[in-house]
């Protein structure tokens, strides 16, 4: 059906597409399992593919153009620069470490688990892929569903309610921001067999007059804000993550919040510039009191799941605020950052399900001890936790330390409010540490068991990772060159 | 000479591999294995750095570049160590003092099962490979990795026994004060990096004129707030003293060779930048001396050995700032080297000291272990002597020369420098008598189990003695030889620039004679005051009163800065989590789907089911239409 | 005549049909009203088809015929929309005794 | 004052008249009685206008057949003025009665400032009224539409069958 | 043409088919057979029109209508559509109408006439043949929604319908009588009607307004709505589910062909009106709907708000707008059509009675949540197209932003209360009425056929979904 041979990026969508929907007519739910698992490794070797592979029959990277609604000028384009490498890479490794990291759950009705996790995962890379304005909408609202599905299906007793408001909140931002595409999509010029283009050249090369900007702005940032989720937008959040499955919190905190930063990246950034110079002071000083006040929020939590979530809106908020500041160095910064806070936080998740499903409880208050009966474990979650707080050598470090110079650069005095987090983080991520881990083991803790080869593993991996990472993360920077770039060129 | 480029890499690598097999093989590895192992590798390290230190002093000082660390277009950093006369001593200091450390643990730590062992030495080798490159990175990045590194691993040790609560809060607390610090070097170097675009030392150091005076007070400023976190000056010097509850040799490690002397590291390696910022000078010594004298008054009411050790050291550590701030910068490095020597010892001695009285720490309980651990006592003897400034030990030289530059800078500095030696010597010798003096206080099975430590531990004890006796003949100053501070020539280059702007005004030897006289006469009797005042010192139960039990609490400072700082954080956070999160924010946005709730109730009632009403509403929906068509 | 009296004569006419269909609650009342309105129409119509025949008679004669026209198809719909009314009120009627539109009222909100 | 105006007012006040008393009035066979006075009226108000087929039609389809309908529907229900529903709200009432009269107040005041308004009608002459042209045009022009509503009738008979048939 | 005599003769066809069809299946087969045969008939008219004269005469009958009729490809499509809606109708709700009462073969005659009407208010060319086409649309429905006698609530609905009704007929009447008054032409022709210079006489705009409230009512436009969630509430649900898509969106088709071809020239003094109406209406449905119990009357309700959605499309009146309606009325219809036929099989129309849904029968579930996410508009469904559509068409009109914003605003609230259901079939449990032949709240009558249908016709809301070019590329192949 696609006029032209299929190239990488669609394999990247395509294959977890096919794959989960043929999950769904899987009769052995034994079988289930290892499919969608092998299916996910196999998306993980195409992204492989996907870092080295050049195409040289487009300007724009990899990509090719179906005319999709042809009299619409939109158009089933896809394509690959340097973040879309990045997040797709993300996005196709961090499944297969939740599938085997989740392996031992098991959850009722497991072919329609594995099923929308694959739709997810597709809908993520079509996000991550599309160059066209309308197609990105499509999978943007495309991964939210089977989210929402998951969450509402397999989450916790609340959920309901909870994955609802989740629904709500996203969708009205996205709808906003459909009113936002429709109208640059109206101020864009004739293509060959319709009068305006929704590809994204078009979009980039569109001329907007400040008014125009200023709000249209603000149509596309508030999706985005609540997808990141920035301050006041934010209290969808956590009780999601608090809700879902373990599984499906990984992908929302560890790929999806993703999606809010890439758009503000691909989208508001190149198209509105006045506009974000106009609002840059508002947007990252919004960032900062995030960062401060989920720091803050993030030492009283009692629940782990909470105080992840938390500190999550932290770090992602101190993303949002390094994009805003257009400065080459944060943005270089905020690069690996999307990485490493996705490969983080699914560590952290991982670690806290484990607890979790041993003892029965993610109250940091009843817990204690679990550093005698699970050495390896704390081990793991020590290195993972002090990467999450940015200690040197490990991934996060590098990223923030970029950002913040960055952000530096843009102004000293956010600077020194934000940085504050660091201080709070220390805090907060040695509260949990201490009261999980150390201490006196109790009743509950007193069942816990070392973690079985394969959790071993995925956690080793996750380790390396962000150890290489920390220590020589200059691929990355060779990897998302052309991205920062071109956004630069724009603020020059 | 290229082959210390070859090798230096070797120095922190070692204690890397160290930290790698003992900590990976830690399940299969024997308590003897894992000792050698950890001692080894540091072993070959101080080596390593004994070659690379003759290959300096012969005039090799170079830059050696691995690899990129982070290189865009907008930054580059360097993995890359800086080899020169200052780095090359520390790399002695700390890979010496160090191994010594690592060789007493062997023994101390024996009862501590194989496992922990190993994770107690690979903690020990991580610490010393963060310290490592703390002190070799050859721009402020580098240095701060290893500045978060020992701040890490004082976390990771001081919790060593995690099973107890008090020795984790100990550990967290150590571990956010240095972040406190962390943020304000962190700043720093921001700072440089928007200004400069970069953070190597020599592009930093080379290009100070285009920094304005408020970037390089602002920097200063922030790298000293830095410093006062890893080096416990005032206000964060409060976790020191709690880090107490890590294993002694790790005190020993932290307090004396390494960690605490990362500031002191710090501000010397950008001397030039404080020197062109005499504001901030002013503020290092006001911050040094006042932290010199509260420590001191404070370690005078202390029972606890280890404690009174650890204000020694806080208040020592005053005096080396002092001296930066004064521009005395050799004076400071120097007192580090003198320091570490005779704090080294006395940690250790201590050490020992509980090893034999079974873990009994508290000094009223002890007494005349004279007779029975006479190495011990005889190598105390000699470290208080040192730390007090007893001539010819090696604390003499040093605190003389700081005392010096204070006095040339101005008189009231050293007038208090003055009587916190006084102090000095008054408390290290009250410990001293009530340790060794007088007679045994303990419990009989205590008493009964006495006894002179093994080998491993007195070896280094002696080693330590001998130099915290003779180390301080490096830098004797040129009223006694001329030429005899050989420290300060070696030092020279790093300095340079400094001295150029600041040429350091030399006082006249009458004075200085006078001062040295009069220094050493009030040290010498405090210390004989002390000492026949505690050496027959008696348990008494009753209470200390004013000034003593304001003393005796640490001034209250724990308390002041629970009720100004903690206190409303925690609060603060409360607030955000019960009223802003719950009631505001959420409270707004299901506000709005009440509202819809509501309206929709409330519009529904239009809906009465009775056509006439139907048809009327529709006629007024006409009529509105037909007002908009015609009449607007 | 000016058109405008017929315009009044008619609107008064349909005005009062509304009228009726507002205030009264029996149906065939009511219905009776909405016979008015469509009256009002028919009138509106031929005077409007025998004013434009006055404009435009002499260009084409035929020209207001389908005014007229228009009015017997309007009657036509009336009748067969009575038969259908008066069925459904006699339905009505049969199962409840009452003609009044407000005595069912199950369906609202 | 023509004739024709004479007579063009009495009609009116004849329609109005019988309008207003078809919802005034209490009971329904009035109200039908009042109506088909109405009609006839209107009737008048055809031939006024020289549109003699729509009078006749007016006649024999309204006044004749539905009216009768109706009368037979109202006695069939032997519905009278007790019987009769009473408006019981009395501000729906008068709501309804401004409502009806400001809709009237709209559209007048709106035609006043119009030029078109002035145009005269042509009263009783003119031949396009006559049966003659009218069938003419019906079965020429409109024999489209005059099949097609045979559809409406067929619609309306089924549903008459429909509605009021017993069920077994 | 082929479809409107069709529509009649087969009507014609059914009402005698009455008396001798015996079984009480027969008369669906032969509605299905009809509808199958009018729809092939209308798409050989459709595809014998320019520019591609595939078969050139395939309007059957060669009648001289004077031009009252006129038949291009837009509206042709959208009796296409119509059509096909109407067959899927049969299909998935012909049973459910044999249960309605014993004159099973009548009310199959009335829908046919029902449709022919459609057709003329599709294709009509002066105000008079839109006059009867409303009516021959509107005066069977007054019947069916009457058809269960001995309900109540069937009788109130016939009797407020039918009164409403007819009053909003005399409406259009007047409108008529003013268009033909003001209109120096004199004639009922729509693409006829002089408008004068500037802004228009007088006698026009009332006519106008007249008519445009009566068309309102029509597609049940706030304010002149009320009857719309009694009627569709109180009448047989089979026949709900007609009148709420196919009926309604023939109001819709009517509305902008009036209002394009004789007022589109003035297309600014009347868009104010439109938008207002158009915010009423969307804030209504939307709204009251959130507040429903009854699934039934729920989608009354959002049947309204819908409408509010299509109206963007008479408020933006460009080709954008055009495909937008047939699209969205192929959207809407589909899935409203597909909901009803799930919600006929309920013995509970409560939300509650759908808990757990997905347990018992999974596939009409799914189908059920697919319809409803079409409805919501989520993407890879027809509905989202349509949505997607109706708002370029606004934006690109290009007055009226704010409409645009509050439309949006009121789609989100309309996720509210459609998903609603979507999280009782799916994250509830079963409620307790169970019926004795174990599946909850469901009759005996799920037949494989059922369950095959709902899935096409869901995989045809998805095929839509992703390529509405299929049927918006039709609106422009020619115009006569």
Same mark, same amino acid.
């Given at each position: ?9 669609? +394999?990247?969508?395509?294959?977890? /597409?096919? $794959?989960? !929907? %043929? #999950?769904? @007519? =899987?009769?052995?739910? &034994? +079988?289930?399992?290892?499919?969608? /698992?092998? $299916?996910? !490794? %196999? #998306?993980? @070797? =195409?992204?492989?593919? &996907? ?442 | ?632 | ?109 | ?168 | ?480």
């Amino acid at each position: 059906m696609f006029g032209n041979d299929i190239t990488i990026p669609h +394999l990247l969508i395509f294959f977890p /597409l096919v $794959a989960g !929907i %043929i #999950t769904f @007519f =899987i009769r052995k739910d &034994s +079988l289930v399992k290892s499919w969608s /698992l092998l $299916a996910a !490794i %196999i #998306t993980l @070797f =195409i992204s492989f593919a &996907s870092i080295y592979y050049r195409d040289n029959r487009e300007l724009s990277g990899l990509g090719f153009n179906y005319e999709w609604l042809k009299y619409m000028g939109c158009s089933f384009s896809v394509s690959l620069d340097g973040m879309g490498r990045l997040l797709t890479f993300l996005t196709a490794f961090s499944f297969p470490v939740i599938f085997i990291a989740t392996y031992r759950n098991s959850y009722k009705n497991s072919k329609a688990f594995y099923g929308l996790m694959l739709l997810s995962q597709a809908g993520l890379m079509g996000v991550f892929l599309s160059t066209d304005a309308l197609l990105f909408y499509f999978f943007w609202e495309l991964a939210l569903i089977p989210v929402y599905f998951l969450c509402s299906l397999w989450g916790g007793e609340k959920r309901i309610a909870t994955t609802f408001k989740f629904f709500i909140y996203t969708f009205t931002g996205s709808l906003l921001m459909l009113i936002g595409i429709i109208y640059v999509y109206l101020q864009t010029g004739k293509t060959p067999n319709s009068d305006h283009s929704f590809s994204m050249q078009a979009f980039h090369s569109v001329v907007l007059i400040p008014s125009q900007q200023n709000w249209l702005f603000w149509l596309f940032f508030i999706a985005f804000a609540v997808k990141m989720p920035i301050f006041p937008f934010h209290t969808w959040q956590p009780d999601t993550y608090e809700q879902s499955p373990t599984a499906v919190t990984m992908v929302l905190s560890g790929v999806m919040v993703k999606m809010g930063l890439f758009g503000v990246v691909r989208w508001i950034l190149p198209m509105f510039p006045a506009a974000v110079a106009k609002f840059d002071h508002l947007v990252i000083g919004l960032s900062v009191i995030g960062i401060i006040y989920a720091s803050l929020i993030a030492i009283k939590q009692d629940d782990l799941k909470r105080l992840v979530a938390y500190s999550s809106i932290a770090h992602v908020s101190l993303m949002c605020a390094a994009i805003f500041t257009t400065k080459q160095l944060a943005l270089e910064g905020v690069m690996i950052q999307m990485f490493s806070h996705g490969i983080n936080i699914i560590g952290m998740w991982i670690v806290i399900d484990l607890v979790e499903k041993q003892t029965g409880t993610r109250k940091i208050s009843q817990l204690g001890g679990v550093a005698h009966k699970a050495p390896v474990l704390t081990i793991m979650l020590v290195v993972i936790a002090l990467a999450n707080i940015a200690l040197p050598l490990t991934n996060a470090f590098v990223g923030e330390f970029m950002m913040f110079a960055g952000l530096f650069k843009f102004s000293m005095w956010y600077t020194a409010i934000a940085a504050l987090s660091i201080i709070l983080a220390a805090v907060y991520t040695l509260n949990m540490i201490q009261k999980v881990f150390y201490g006196e083991v109790n009743t509950l803790t007193n069942v816990m068991k070392e973690i079985s080869l394969n959790e071993k593993i995925i956690l080793g991996v996750i380790v390396i990772t962000i150890f290489v990472a920390g220590v020589y993360p200059q691929p990355f920077f060779n990897l998302t060159k052309d991205t920062v770039a071109a956004i630069i060129t724009r603020f020059k | 000479m290229n082959d210390t480029t070859q090798i230096v890499w070797l120095i922190p690598f070692l204690p890397l591999i160290g930290f790698l097999i003992n900590g990976l093989g830690r399940n299969n590895l024997s308590k003897t294995l894992t000792g050698l192992i950890g001692s080894g590798v540091i072993l070959a390290s101080f080596l390593v750095s004994v070659f690379v230190f003759f290959s300096v002093k012969g005039g090799n000082t170079q830059v050696v570049h691995y690899f990129d660390f982070i290189n865009t277009t907008s930054i580059k950093v360097g993995f890359d160590f800086q080899i020169d006369q200052l780095s090359s001593l520390f790399l002695l200091i700390i890979t010496g003092v160090g191994f010594l450390i690592h060789a007493y643990s062997t023994s101390y730590m024996h009862d501590e099962s194989p496992k922990d062992f190993a994770k107690y030495f690979s903690f020990l080798n991580l610490f010393v490979f963060s310290m490592l490159l703390l002190v070799m990175g050859a721009n402020y990045v580098i240095m701060f990795i290893g500045w978060e590194g020992v701040g890490l691993c004082s976390y990771l040790l001081i919790g060593y026994w995690f099973k107890n609560n008090d020795y984790n809060n100990a550990a967290k607390k150590a571990f956010i004060m240095n972040r406190i610090g962390d943020l304000g070097f962190l700043l720093a170097v921001f700072w440089l990096l928007a200004k400069l675009g970069t953070a190597d030392y020599h592009q930093v150091f080379t290009n100070t004129p285009k920094l304005t005076s408020f970037d390089i007070t602002g920097i200063t400023l922030l790298l000293f707030v830095g410093a006062t976190g890893k080096s416990a000056q005032i206000p964060l010097y409060t976790w020191l003293p709690d880090a107490m509850a890590g294993p002694t040799p790790v005190s020993a490690l932290i307090h004396a060779a390494t960690m605490v002397t990362a500031g002191i590291y710090m501000i010397a390696r950008s001397n030039i930048l404080f020197t062109m910022a005499p504001a901030t000078q002013a503020v290092v010594a006001i911050v040094g001396l006042a932290t010199a004298v509260l420590a001191a008054t404070i370690a005078l009411k202390q029972n606890d050995i280890k404690k009174v050790l650890a204000y020694s050291t806080v208040s020592q550590l005053g005096y080396m700032f002092l001296g930066l701030g004064v521009g005395a910068y050799t004076g400071a490095v120097f007192h580090v080297m003198t320091h570490a020597f005779f704090k080294a010892l006395l940690f250790l001695g201590a050490g020992s000291v509980i090893h034999a009285m079974g873990g009994e720490q508290d000094m009223r309980n002890m007494g005349g272990l004279k007779k029975y651990m006479s190495i011990t006592h005889i190598t105390f003897l000699l470290g208080c002597l040192a730390i007090a400034g007893m001539p010819p030990f090696s604390g003499f030289f040093s605190k003389d020369e700081i005392l010096a530059g204070a006095f040339a800078k101005n008189p009231v500095y050293w007038i208090i420098g003055f009587l916190t030696a006084f102090m000095t010597a008054f408390y290290m010798f009250r410990l001293y008598a009530m340790t060794f003096l007088g007679k045994f206080r303990g419990t009989p099975d205590q008493e009964h189990h006495l006894h002179e430590s093994p080998a491993a531990i007195t070896f280094p004890l002696i080693i330590l003695a001998i130099l915290a006796v003779i180390g301080g003949w490096i830098g004797i100053p040129e009223v006694f030889m001329h030429g005899g501070h050989r420290l300060e020539a070696f030092l020279e280059p790093i300095f340079a620039q400094s001295n150029i702007i600041a040429a350091k005004q030399d006082i006249s030897h009458t004075t200085e004679y006078m001062l040295m006289g009069i220094s050493v006469a009030g040290a010498l009797i405090a210390l004989l005051y002390a000492w026949n005042k505690f050496s027959k010192y008696q348990k008494s139960g009753q209470e200390e009163t004013g000034l003593g039990k304001v003393l005796a609490n640490k001034w209250y400072v724990d308390e002041l800065y629970g009720s100004l700082i903690v206190k409303p954080i925690q609060s603060l956070a409360t607030f955000c989590n019960n009223v802003m999160e719950k009631s505001i924010i959420d409270g707004f946005v299901n506000g709005v789907g009440k509202a819809v709730n509501y309206s929709s109730r409330q519009i529904r009632l239009l809906q009465s089911g009775q056509v006439g009403t139907y048809v009327l509403l529709m006629v007024f929906g006409i009529l509105i239409l037909f007002i908009i068509q015609l009449f607007l | 005549m000016p058109v405008y009296d017929y315009i009044f004569l008619s609107v008064a006419l349909f005005c009062i049909g509304v009228v009726g269909v507002l205030i009264r609650r029996n149906a065939i009342i009511i219905f009776m009203c909405v016979e008015l309105m469509l009256n009002a129409a028919n009138l509106l119509l031929v005077a409007f088809s025998k004013m434009h025949y006055q404009a435009l008679g002499i260009t084409n004669p035929n020209a207001a015929g389908d005014a007229q026209i228009f009015v017997f198809f309007i009657m036509v719909v009336a009748a067969a929309e009575v038969s259908v009314g008066l069925a459904i009120i006699v339905m009505m009627y049969r199962n409840t005794r009452s003609v009044d539109v407000n005595f069912l009222n199950r369906l609202k909100n | 004052m023509s004739v024709i105006e004479i007579l063009f007012w009495f009609l009116s006040v004849l329609t109005l008249g019988g309008a207003a008393m078809v919802v005034a009035s209490k009971s329904p066979v009035h109200s039908i009685l009042y109506l088909i006075v109405t009609f006839f009226a209107i009737s008048g108000h055809y031939i006024l206008l020289n549109a003699q087929f729509l009078a006749i039609v007016n006649i024999i389809v309204y006044a004749g057949a539905i009216m009768v309908l109706f009368l037979f529907v109202v006695m069939l229900m032997n519905l009278n003025a007790d019987s009769e529903p009473p408006q019981k709200n009395k501000w729906l009432l008068y709501i309804g009665a401004i409502a009806g009269g400001s809709l009237l107040l709209v559209i007048v005041a709106a035609l006043k400032q119009t030029a078109t308004t002035t145009q005269m009608v042509q009263m009783n002459s003119g031949n396009v009224g006559l049966i003659k042209n009218l069938g003419m045009i019906l079965f020429t022009d409109y024999v489209f539409p005059f099949e097609i509503s045979s559809v409406l009738f067929l619609s309306a008979m089924i549903g008459a069958v429909v509605i009021s048939k017993k069920e077994a | 043409m082929n479809a409107i005599i069709l529509t009649a003769i087969w009507g014609i066809v059914m009402m005698f088919g009455g008396v001798f069809f015996k079984a009480r299946a027969t008369p669906k087969y032969w509605a299905i057979g009809g509808i199958v045969l009018i729809i092939i008939a209308n798409c050989l008219e459709l595809i014998s029109g320019e520019p591609f004269a595939l078969k050139a005469g395939g309007a059957f009958f060669e009648i001289d209508v004077r031009s009252m009729l006129s038949f291009n490809s837009f509206n042709l499509t959208f009796i296409t559509v119509a059509l096909v809606c109407t067959l899927l109708f049969f299909l998935l709700s012909g049973r459910d109408i044999e249960k309605v009462g014993p004159n099973v073969s009548e009310y199959f005659a009335l829908i046919f006439f029902v449709l022919c009407g459609l057709c003329l208010a599709a294709t009509f060319n002066t105000l008079l043949i839109l006059f009867l086409g409303i009516e021959i649309l509107s005066i069977p429905l007054y019947i069916l929604t009457g058809s269960d006698k001995r309900n109540l609530k069937s009788n109130e609905a016939a009797l407020k319908y039918f009164l409403m009704g007819s009053f909003s007929t005399g409406i259009m009447l007047m409108g008529i009588a003013f268009l033909y008054g003001g209109n120096s032409e004199g004639s009922f022709f729509i693409n006829n009607i002089n408008l004068g210079e500037g802004k228009m006489p007088v006698m026009i705009a009332i006519g106008m307004v007249f008519i445009m409230i009566a068309l309102s009512f029509k597609v049940s436009a706030a304010p002149f709505h009320f009857w719309t969630p009694d009627v569709y509430d109180g009448a047989p649900t089979v026949f709900t589910s007609f009148m709420a898509t196919i009926v309604k969106i023939g109001g819709f088709i009517a509305f902008i062909r009036l209002f394009e071809n004789s007022f589109g020239k003035v297309h600014g003094q009347w868009q104010m009106l439109i938008a207002l109406i158009t915010a009423a209406t969307l804030f209504i449905g939307n709204l009251t709907a959130v507040f429903q119990q009854s699934v039934k009357r729920m989608l009354a309700y959002s049947s309204i708000a819908q409408a509010g959605f299509m109206l963007l499309a008479i408020f933006a009146l460009n080709d954008t707008a055009k495909e937008g309606l047939v699209l969205y009325s192929a959207a809407y219809s589909l899935a409203t059509i597909g909901l009803f036929a799930i919600l006929i099989k309920m013995h509970d129309y409560t939300i509650d009675g759908f808990n757990g849904l997905a347990k018992q029968q999974p596939v009409l579930a799914v189908t059920a949540a697919i319809f409803l996410l079409s409805l919501t508009g989520i993407p890879l469904t027809a509905g989202f197209q349509g949505k997607f559509y109706m708002l370029t068409a606004a934006l690109r009109d290009g007055h009226q932003h704010w409409l645009v914003l509050f439309a949006v605003l009121c789609a989100a609230v309309s996720a509210y209360y459609y998903f609603k259901i979507i999280q009782a079939m799916f994250f509830k449990e079963g409620s307790q009425h169970i019926q004795t032949d174990g599946s909850i709240g469901i009759g005996d009558d799920i037949t494989p056929a059922f369950k095959l249908l709902l899935i096409i016709t869901a995989v045809l809301i998805i095929v839509l979904g992703l390529f509405p070019s299929l049927i918006t590329e039709w609106v422009h192949y020619y115009n006569l």
